[in-house]
């Protein structure tokens, strides 16, 4: 049981190029998100799906496409690069977002953007 | 708009010692409050959960406590050892659509 893969750990991306941040998680969970974690501010939902092709926006999801073909895979879609997109990204799982609220999330280890 | 304060940003605690962190929030309407603890390079894991009806929650050497009237939570780290430098996160749950309200996290560094 893995829990919650992220891939790549870390990645440098020249400005204008896109990019694809792989989740994947083993647990059957049906609520799945992404969110952004920037220096002095907590974490931000990018966007986040409640089940395999469903998915919705959350605070900033500008500059991302997300797509939920399967119940594990939740990959994220950077589509022109930007320096403002220079974060830490991490993906978060839980069987629903009620349970997610009461019982925790499952976190990935987290993807460090640099564009340059 | 929903909101999360933590107080101090960041502190350092000589092994051994306690110390407790701050947490003021605005998020109506209220579900629970979650503390987490992040490591750094990972992904931030679940301590304690406080929904309206508690004041106090213990998980080993981490105590929560909830003042739901003034909108208030604190973690209390009691002896705390070299595994405890982390980053803590208070997170606030509505009741309506169970979207979470992130703090900024506080970060703890423990020195020998």
New interface residues.
């Given amino acids: 049981n893995a829990g919650v893969t992220q891939t790549p750990k870390f990645q440098v991306l020249k400005t204008g190029q896109s990019m694809t941040l792989q989740c994947a998680q083993d647990m059957n969970h049906e609520y799945m998100s992404w969110y952004r974690q920037d220096p002095g501010m907590g974490l931000r939902l990018i966007h986040y799906s409640v089940g395999a092709g469903i998915t919705d926006q959350g605070e900033v999801p500008n500059g991302y496409n997300v797509s939920r073909s399967t119940t594990e895979d939740f990959p994220l879609r950077l589509l022109s690069a930007a320096p403002s997109q220079t974060s830490v990204y991490f993906c978060a799982s839980s069987p629903t977002i009620t349970r997610g609220s009461f019982y925790g999330y499952t976190f990935g280890s987290g993807t460090r953007l640099t564009v340059v | 708009k929903n909101q ?1 304060e933590q107080s101090p ?1 960041s502190l350092i605690i000589l092994e051994g010692k306690n110390c407790t962190l701050q947490c003021n929030y605005t998020v109506s309407p209220f ?2 409050l ?1 503390w ?1 603890k992040q490591d750094t ?6 301590l304690t ?1 406080m929904t309206f009806s508690e004041n106090t929650k213990s998980n080993g050497r981490y105590t929560a406590t909830l003042d739901a009237d003034t909108k208030q939570s604190s973690l209390h780290i009691t002896a705390s050892q070299l595994s405890d430098s982390a980053s803590y ?1 208070c997170v606030v ?1 509505t009741s309506n ?9 506080t970060t703890v560094t423990v020195r020998a």
């Fill in positions: 999360v940003q579900s629970n979650r987490y390079g990972r992904g931030p894991v679940s959960i996160i749950s659509d169970y979207k979470l309200s992130f703090g900024a996290g």
